[in-house]
Protein backbone atom coordinates (compact mmCIF):
# COMPACT_ATOMS: atom_id res chain seq x y z
CA UNK A 1 0.00 0.00 0.00
CA UNK A 2 1.29 3.63 -1.01
CA UNK A 3 2.07 5.74 2.07
CA UNK A 4 -0.27 9.01 1.57
CA UNK A 5 1.82 11.24 3.66
CA UNK A 6 4.28 10.57 1.00
CA UNK A 7 2.15 13.23 -1.44
CA UNK A 8 1.45 15.56 1.14
CA UNK A 9 5.62 15.85 1.98
CA UNK A 10 5.78 15.63 -2.10
CA UNK A 11 3.35 18.48 -2.55
CA UNK A 12 4.68 20.68 0.35
CA UNK A 13 8.22 20.24 -0.99
CA UNK A 14 6.77 21.60 -4.51
CA UNK A 15 4.25 24.61 -3.11
CA UNK A 16 6.80 27.26 -4.40
CA UNK A 17 4.78 29.10 -1.21
CA UNK A 18 8.04 32.22 -1.27
CA UNK A 19 6.33 34.72 -3.84
CA UNK A 20 2.89 33.90 -3.11
CA UNK A 21 3.09 34.22 0.87
CA UNK A 22 5.12 37.51 0.25
CA UNK A 23 1.96 38.86 -1.36
CA UNK A 24 -0.47 37.54 1.13
CA UNK A 25 1.19 38.78 3.62
CA UNK A 26 1.87 42.22 2.46
CA UNK A 27 -2.02 42.49 1.77
CA UNK A 28 -2.55 41.03 5.39
CA UNK A 29 -0.73 43.40 7.37
CA UNK A 30 -2.45 46.50 5.27
CA UNK A 31 -6.00 45.46 6.00
CA UNK A 32 -7.73 45.57 9.30
CA UNK A 33 -11.11 43.02 8.35
CA UNK A 34 -10.95 40.22 6.71
CA UNK A 35 -13.67 38.02 5.00
CA UNK A 36 -12.62 34.35 4.00
CA UNK A 37 -15.26 32.52 2.03
CA UNK A 38 -15.24 28.45 0.81
CA UNK A 39 -17.19 25.75 0.44
CA UNK A 40 -17.17 22.63 2.07
CA UNK A 41 -14.11 21.54 3.58
CA UNK A 42 -12.66 24.92 2.80
CA UNK A 43 -15.44 26.47 4.51
CA UNK A 44 -14.23 24.96 7.62
CA UNK A 45 -10.12 25.81 7.30
CA UNK A 46 -12.17 29.22 6.31
CA UNK A 47 -13.83 29.40 10.29
CA UNK A 48 -10.54 27.92 11.92
CA UNK A 49 -8.05 30.58 10.24
CA UNK A 50 -10.92 33.33 11.38
CA UNK A 51 -10.68 32.36 14.86
CA UNK A 52 -6.75 32.13 15.17
CA UNK A 53 -6.19 35.73 13.09
CA UNK A 54 -9.43 37.24 15.95
CA UNK A 55 -7.88 35.53 18.76
CA UNK A 56 -3.76 35.85 18.30
CA UNK A 57 -3.98 39.42 15.72
CA UNK A 58 -7.10 41.15 16.77
CA UNK A 59 -8.18 41.24 13.46
CA UNK A 60 -11.67 41.31 12.30
CA UNK A 61 -12.15 38.47 10.28
CA UNK A 62 -15.78 36.62 9.38
CA UNK A 63 -16.72 33.90 7.62
CA UNK A 64 -20.26 32.60 5.83
CA UNK A 65 -20.83 29.82 8.12
CA UNK A 66 -24.37 30.62 10.30
CA UNK A 67 -27.06 28.30 8.79
CA UNK A 68 -29.87 30.99 9.43
CA UNK A 69 -27.85 33.27 7.43
CA UNK A 70 -26.25 31.10 4.42
CA UNK A 71 -29.93 28.91 3.93
CA UNK A 72 -31.63 33.05 3.54
CA UNK A 73 -29.03 34.27 1.58
CA UNK A 74 -28.96 31.18 -0.36
CA UNK A 75 -32.37 31.09 -1.06
CA UNK A 76 -33.09 34.71 -1.49
CA UNK A 77 -29.90 34.98 -4.37
CA UNK A 78 -29.64 31.49 -5.03
CA UNK A 79 -25.96 29.15 -4.49
CA UNK A 80 -24.11 30.77 -6.70
CA UNK A 81 -24.50 34.08 -5.51
CA UNK A 82 -25.12 34.30 -1.72
CA UNK A 83 -20.90 34.25 -1.33
CA UNK A 84 -21.28 37.99 -3.34
CA UNK A 85 -24.02 39.45 -1.51
CA UNK A 86 -22.56 38.38 1.61
CA UNK A 87 -19.17 40.50 0.34
CA UNK A 88 -21.77 43.27 -0.52
CA UNK A 89 -23.35 43.49 2.67
CA UNK A 90 -20.14 42.98 5.32
CA UNK A 91 -17.16 44.84 2.75
CA UNK A 92 -15.65 47.93 3.68
CA UNK A 93 -12.40 50.10 2.66
CA UNK A 94 -10.38 48.56 5.04
CA UNK A 95 -11.53 44.60 3.72
CA UNK A 96 -9.42 41.83 2.78
CA UNK A 97 -11.24 39.07 1.18
CA UNK A 98 -9.61 35.72 1.17
CA UNK A 99 -11.64 33.25 -1.53
CA UNK A 100 -10.78 29.31 -1.44
CA UNK A 101 -11.69 26.92 -3.83
CA UNK A 102 -9.77 23.68 -4.26
CA UNK A 103 -10.71 23.13 -7.70
CA UNK A 104 -11.12 26.72 -8.72
CA UNK A 105 -14.22 26.14 -10.25
CA UNK A 106 -16.86 26.73 -7.72
CA UNK A 107 -19.62 29.40 -8.87
CA UNK A 108 -19.90 30.67 -5.77
CA UNK A 109 -15.99 32.16 -5.92
CA UNK A 110 -16.06 32.45 -8.97
CA UNK A 111 -18.94 35.17 -8.70
CA UNK A 112 -16.71 36.58 -5.53
CA UNK A 113 -13.88 36.71 -7.85
CA UNK A 114 -16.20 38.61 -10.59
CA UNK A 115 -17.92 41.34 -7.79
CA UNK A 116 -14.31 41.65 -6.33
CA UNK A 117 -13.17 42.63 -9.71
CA UNK A 118 -15.91 44.96 -10.65
CA UNK A 119 -15.72 46.35 -7.05
CA UNK A 120 -12.12 47.21 -6.94
CA UNK A 121 -12.00 45.28 -3.74
CA UNK A 122 -8.88 43.83 -2.82
CA UNK A 123 -8.92 39.62 -2.72
CA UNK A 124 -6.60 36.85 -3.20
CA UNK A 125 -6.84 33.50 -4.01
CA UNK A 126 -6.23 29.92 -2.93
CA UNK A 127 -6.86 26.81 -6.03
CA UNK A 128 -5.56 23.70 -6.21
CA UNK A 129 -6.26 20.84 -9.08
CA UNK A 130 -5.97 21.96 -12.47
CA UNK A 131 -3.46 24.65 -13.00
CA UNK A 132 -5.47 26.13 -16.00
CA UNK A 133 -9.25 26.41 -13.36
CA UNK A 134 -11.39 29.30 -14.27
CA UNK A 135 -10.47 30.72 -10.70
CA UNK A 136 -7.24 31.61 -11.61
CA UNK A 137 -8.45 32.49 -15.32
CA UNK A 138 -10.94 35.53 -13.88
CA UNK A 139 -8.64 36.94 -11.24
CA UNK A 140 -6.81 39.40 -13.07
CA UNK A 141 -6.36 42.04 -10.26
CA UNK A 142 -6.06 39.03 -7.22
CA UNK A 143 -3.23 40.22 -3.96
CA UNK A 144 -2.08 36.58 -4.80
CA UNK A 145 -2.71 33.44 -6.75
CA UNK A 146 -1.87 30.55 -4.75
CA UNK A 147 -2.30 27.02 -6.43
CA UNK A 148 -1.77 23.70 -5.19
CA UNK A 149 -0.92 20.85 -7.73
CA UNK A 150 -3.03 18.16 -6.66
CA UNK A 151 -6.09 16.78 -7.43
CA UNK A 152 -6.70 15.33 -4.01
CA UNK A 153 -9.29 17.66 -1.21
CA UNK A 154 -7.56 16.50 2.03
CA UNK A 155 -3.86 17.94 0.42
CA UNK A 156 -5.09 20.88 -1.05
CA UNK A 157 -7.34 22.36 2.11
CA UNK A 158 -4.04 20.92 4.26
CA UNK A 159 -1.88 22.86 2.43
CA UNK A 160 -4.03 26.00 1.87
CA UNK A 161 -4.44 25.92 5.79
CA UNK A 162 -0.54 25.82 6.31
CA UNK A 163 -0.10 28.65 3.99
CA UNK A 164 -3.33 30.68 5.93
CA UNK A 165 -2.04 29.73 9.27
CA UNK A 166 1.42 30.59 8.70
CA UNK A 167 0.87 34.30 9.79
CA UNK A 168 -0.27 33.03 12.87
Known amino acids: MKNPFFEYIKVLKDACIEEQFKNFKRSWDKYQNIIILGNGGSNAVASHISQDYVKFHNKKS ?80 ALWDYHINSSSYGIVECVHQIFLHAVV
Open 62 to 141: IVFSDPSMLTCFINDYGMDYAYSKFIEFYYDNETLCILISSGGESKNILNCINFCEKNLIPYGILTGFNPENKARAIAKN
